[in-house]
Structures are given as C-alpha cells and as structure tokens.
C-alpha cells in the first residue's frame, strides 16, 4: 500500500518553462491537496479537490492549475515557472472533506527549483 | 484570516528530557488544532489533535494543551528519544477543512544522545 505518490522528487527548471507535478493515491481517498512550503512559513494550501470532478483555489493559488484526471490522481501545473515558485511541493489525501474528522495523508513532497 | 504563531524555532534537548513548543492564533473561531511531524525527507503526520472543548489531550508520551482564553496551545513530548527528531509544525482552523487550516512556521527538534 503506497499511500500517496509524487512524481517526480526533485526538478530543476528554467523561468518560463512549465511543467506538471504529478500526484496518486491508493487509498480510495475523496479530497486531495497541493500544498508548497518554504522555509520558515509552514504549508500554504495552493488548490484543493473536495471530490472528483471539483477544484477549488487555496491560499496561494496564482501561477498553477490543477486536473482531478480521476479518483487517484491530482496534478498541479506550471504554466510559466518564476523563481519565486521555488518551493518544496506537497500532496496529500483525506478520505472526508475535513481534516478534523479524517487524517491526512503526505507525499514525499517534491523540491522544486527555479533558475 | 487567521495566523499561528510557532516558538522556538529550533530545540536542542537531551536525550530523556522533555520538550515543549508553543504557538499563538489569532481567530477566535479556531476551533481545531492539529499537530504535525516531518522526518527529514518525508511529507507531514499527523501526530496529535485537539478541539476547542478538551483543554488536554494524551497519547503515549505526547500531550497537547489548550488555552482557548489566550489563544494559545502547546506539545508536550516526554522523555524525548534520538527518533523525536524532526520538525513540528502546529495549525489551526475555526472549522477543520483543508482551506482553513493555517500552518505554524516550524520548530526543528533535535534530540541529543
């Protein structure tokens, strides 16, 4: 049971280049996130799917978009990377829409930079 | 919106001593407050939560406290072991959904054998 998968773990790109961050879960979850951290601010919630089929913006959502392909999968899009998007990447799952009544689950996270 | 507010940023103990992290809100409304661990390479955990209508919570050698008067809530970690050893971040939410969670900045623990 892998849990919650990101791919890839570690990218370099180039400002203006864009790239997708690819994100699968196992767990039969409803709600998926994309988080990014940097350092000495936590985790800021970027895009979230309640459900399949359903996207909604989170704290930081300009400069992406995201695809709920299906159940399992969750992708977060760069259309025109900036370096300021040089962050560590985070998807994580919840079985419910609430983090309150249901835990959730982390990926590996991906490390991101832009040059 | 709501703001959390993480101390120390880092913590050095020793092996077997206890350790303590603190964080302050903003919004009145928060009423859950999740902690969570991060080993180094890995994505958060959930490690302990508590609600606005318990003032202490238990597990094993964890504990949370809440204060909901000055808004302000801690981890408590006892008899720390070299495997306690990541960084903590606390959150807080007036409602306990993704988009109102707001993350603490991040304590760095380490634990010194």
């Known amino acids: 049971n892998a849990g919650v998968t990101q791919t890839p773990k570690f990218q370099v790109l180039k400002t203006g280049q864009s790239m997708t961050l690819q994100c699968a879960q196992d767990?039969?979850?409803?709600?998926m996130y994309w988080y990014r951290q940097d350092p000495g601010m936590g985790l800021r919630l970027i895009y979230y799917s309640a459900s399949e089929g359903t996207t909604d913006k989170g704290e930081v959502p300009n400069g992406y978009n995201v695809s709920r392909l299906n159940k399992r999968e969750f992708s977060l899009r760069l259309e025109s990377a900036a370096p300021s998007q040089t962050s560590v990447y985070f998807c994580?799952?919840?079985?419910?829409?609430?983090?309150?009544?249901?835990?959730?689950?982390f990926g590996q996270g991906t490390r991101l930079t832009v040059v | 919106g709501e703001n959390v507010e993480q101390h120390p940023s880092t913590l050095s103990v020793q092996e077997g001593d206890s350790a303590v992290i603190k964080c302050t809100y903003s919004d009145s409304a928060s009423n859950y407050f999740p902690w969570y661990k991060q080993e180094l390479g890995k994505g958060p955990q959930l490690i302990i939560d508590i609600r606005s209508n318990v003032g202490e919570k238990k597990d094993q050698r964890i504990a949370v406290t809440l204060n909901k008067t000055a808004k302000h809530f801690s981890l408590h970690i006892t008899e720390t072991q070299p495997e306690d050893s990541a960084v903590y971040f606390c959150a807080a939410s007036p409602s306990g959904s993704a988009r109102q969670l707001t993350f603490g900045s991040g304590t760095q623990l380490t634990v010194l054998p």
């Open positions: 994580a799952s919840t079985l419910g829409r609430r983090f309150m009544n249901t835990e959730a689950f």
């Open positions: 767990m039969n979850h409803n709600s």
